[in-house]
Structure formats: structure tokens, C-alpha cells
T-cell receptor, first 117, second 115 residues
Framework: GAVVSQHPSWVICKSGTSVKIECRSLDFQATTMFWYRQFPKQSLMLMATSNEGSKATYEQGVEKDKFLINHASLTLSTLTVTSAHPEDSSFYIC?????????????FGEGSRLTVL | AQSVAQPEDQVNVAEGNPLTVKCTYS??????LFWYVQYPNRGLQFLLK??????LVKGSYGFEAEFNKSQTSFHLKKPSALVSDSALYFC?????????????FGAGTRLAVHP
């Protein structure tokens, strides 16, 4: 089946620094990827839709300048948390749409846990 | 506002017994409904979905779900639970239209199956 991989799995950084998280579709080309944020014991909150070759579409309330998304190739989308603060600590998950695949059957990465000190 | 509710944080079941994980939704129109499962340290995996047709849909690993339009519910069921079914289960809904892949997730229900 289609595989999506995230890197790093976990990262610890100091407050004020920027962190980049990668989401790769390993065996298919994904024109559309989604980024989610998951708080402990809470749901996945959709942050943005990443489209290859164009600007990401952010959900209401998500700061574009804080969470930079780049989808420069058909197999890679990156999420950069800029000037990270402790409140940005969370579990970030990406998913990819398999072109031609059934609607709604997304393929998810393993998630990246960010801890900001 | 569109939303998905999973009223139980955790469901405990003995192995071999039937299990039910509840989900209700509030979405306009005719949504697509999904169940995903998350095992520890792994990404979410698709279990099953309802689009149209028979209200009882069957999915992976022996799971099934029943769509009830009048109650706006989509409960996940399995006739006989296995210890290996222990995981975090998410109900999700897609509002449909042009955004079928844009899913709204419930908070998740942790299923614990005891030997």
C-alpha cells in the first residue's frame, strides 16, 4: 500500500528557534497533502492543505507566518514552525491523497512530536 | 459548525465479546463517514467508510459500522474483539462537495481489549 513517512519522529528545540518537519510519500506522487495538529487526548485539528506547486490553504485561526508550509515536489511537503514557543509543542501529523484513489482514504505519516523548551 | 463527537474516551472489552465504539456527527448535506485506527507510534490507518447505499458497511480486520441518518450516528462494531484490536479509533466526516479528502475528526476513543 501507499506509504507516507515523516521526519523527524520527535524533536526538542529551544524557544525562539525554527523547526522543519518533512512529510514524504514514498511510493506515490501526492499533489495534495494535509497537515494536522493533535493535542493530548484531543482530536486531529486540520491546519492546512498543501498543494504541490502552489501556496498552502490554511484553516481559520492558523497563523500562516508561524506555520510555513512548502510543497515543492510531488513527494515532499514541509512544515516549518518558526520562532517556536512552548505552546507550539504538539504532535504534528501529515496525510497524503493517493491520486486516483478512493475519496477520503488518506495515507498518514507516523507523526512528529515537537517539544519546545 | 460541523463537528464529530466520540462520547467515550475509552472502551474496555473482554476478548471474544462484541465491541461498539460510538460516533455522532453534525454536518450539513450528505457527508462521507470514516473510521480510522491508530496503533502506538504509527500513523492512522483507514478502516472503512460510508458514502451511500447499504447502511451497514464492512471494513478491515472484521470491523463494520452502521450509518443511522435519523440519529446522525456511525457507530463502529465488531462481533468478537481481539486483544490486537487495542488501539485508538477515530471517527471522521467529510462534508462532501469538492472537499472529500478534507476530514473532520472526532477526539478519538481508546479501545482496550483484555484477555
Amino acid at each position: 500500500g501507499a506509504v507516507v513517512s515523516q521526519h523527524p519522529s520527535w524533536v526538542i528545540c529551544k524557544s525562539g528557534t525554527s523547526v522543519k518537519i518533512e512529510c514524504r510519500s514514498l511510493d506515490f506522487q501526492a499533489t495534495t497533502m494535509f497537515w494536522y495538529r493533535q493535542f493530548p487526548k484531543q482530536s486531529l485539528m486540520l491546519m492546512a492543505t498543501s498543494n504541490e506547486g502552489s501556496k498552502a490553504t490554511y484553516e481559520q485561526g492558523v497563523e500562516k507566518d508561524k506555520f510555513l508550509i512548502n510543497h515543492a515536489s510531488l513527494t515532499l511537503s514541509t512544515l516549518t514552525v518558526t520562532s517556536a514557543h512552548p505552546e507550539d509543542s504538539s504532535f504534528y501529523i501529515c496525510s497524503a491523497v493517493l491520486p486516483g484513489g478512493p475519496d477520503g482514504e488518506l495515507f498518514f505519516g507516523e507523526g512528529s512530536r515537537l517539544t519546545v523548551l | 459548525a460541523q463537528s464529530v463527537a466520540q462520547p467515550e474516551d475509552q472502551v474496555n472489552v473482554a476478548e471474544g465479546n462484541p465491541l461498539t465504539v460510538k460516533c455522532t456527527y453534525s454536518v450539513s448535506g450528505n457527508p462521507y463517514l470514516f473510521w480510522y485506527v491508530q496503533y502506538p507510534n504509527r500513523g492512522l490507518q483507514f478502516l472503512l467508510k460510508y458514502i451511500t447505499g447499504d447502511n451497514l458497511v464492512k471494513g478491515s480486520y472484521g470491523f463494520e459500522a452502521e450509518f443511522n441518518k435519523s440519529q446522525t450516528s456511525f457507530h463502529l462494531k465488531k462481533p468478537s474483539a481481539l486483544v490486537s484490536d487495542s488501539a485508538l479509533y477515530f471517527c471522521a466526516v467529510s462534508p462532501g462537495g469538492s472537499g472529500y479528502n478534507k476530514l473532520i475528526f472526532g477526539a478519538g476513543t481508546r479501545l482496550a481489549v483484555h484477555p
